[in-house]
């Protein structure tokens, strides 16, 4: 039996409403704009960059910088 506890409740909430924007955003574009954004490969690969480095390079970069506990660096690397 799964324990529901309010922190539980949160984040499955928090994920529901999530997936509920985004889906909704992605519904809003017609096929061509879909299309259209796909053949922006120069953008699309700048915005993937910039995306799994630079925001990764910068959370690596706060991790170090700000004195905090091992459990708020768990997504993060250990200092």
Known sequence: MVEVTVGWIEDFATTIF???????????????????????????AKSLVLNLVAVSLL???????????????AGGFYS
């Open 18 to 44: 999530v997936l509920s924007t985004m889906l909704s955003m992605g519904l809003e574009l017609t096929i061509d704009q879909l299309v259209d954004s796909l053949k922006k490969r120069r953008l699309m």
């Open 59 to 73: 959370a690596y970069l706060l991790v170090l910088a700000l004195p905090l506990e091992t459990g708020y660096t």
